[in-house]
């Protein structure tokens, strides 16, 4: 079996604790107004790599000292598109001692997608809105999946990190925002929330690739306003990453 692999990224600092190797996944059934990785959307368009779990882990082995304190990190695209891939993948992994991270919009909650959790040793799960309407507006898909795949990683006690994008004039609204947060804390799995500024930084990729950009008129979110957003969580007894 071959997975359709976008980039790979050797040392990300961002996705998960610690130094990690993060791959990138060819294909996403979302489309996300401020998605910075729309080249990732396509998952007929050829990928950079088609490889097997053991030519991905020979590549991740190569900076193994440099993420022992780290791990890796597969993100896309959405990831669990190829989740019987990466249950082969990611059982290599634990093999090898080095601690697993996906990061998932939940947009599928198959029989193989939970199969491979099994091996995973933490999500990180996208909540994108958690008005329904909203989210349908933001990622053209309903909200009860990313809902229920939640649920599921509470059933079986998987440790997860929480993230959500703070976007000025949408999901930067405090009714949503104190929405979301009581929604959070019945789940004892979520160890972190991390809410991520809007920015607009991939704005000249969509430029790049002669794709119009949605947002292209809103302006990053402000530190103050990140700060706001941040302390409806703490308030919630929610642990923050910052």
Known sequence: MKGRVHSLESFGTVDGPGIRFVIFMQGCPLRCLYCHNPDTWDVNVEPAYMMSAKELLDEVLKYKRFILNGGVTVTGGEPLLQSVFLKEFFKLCR???????????GAITSTAAFDMLEYVDLVLLDIKAIDPELHKNLTSARLDKPLA???HLQEIGKDTWIRHVVVPKLTYDKEQLEKLANYLTQFSVIKKV??????????SKY???????????TEALSSEKL???????SNKGLPLRV
Do not use: Q
């Open 149 to 151: 795949f939640l649920n």
């Open 227 to 233: 700060a706001i957003a941040e302390e409806i969580f």
């Open 194 to 203: 991390e809410l991520l500024p809007y920015h607009v930084m991939g704005v």
């Open 207 to 217: 430029e790049e690739l002669g794709m119009e950009y949605a947002l292209k008129d």
């Open 95 to 105: 093999e090898e001692g080095i601690h697993t991270a996906i990061d998932t919009s």
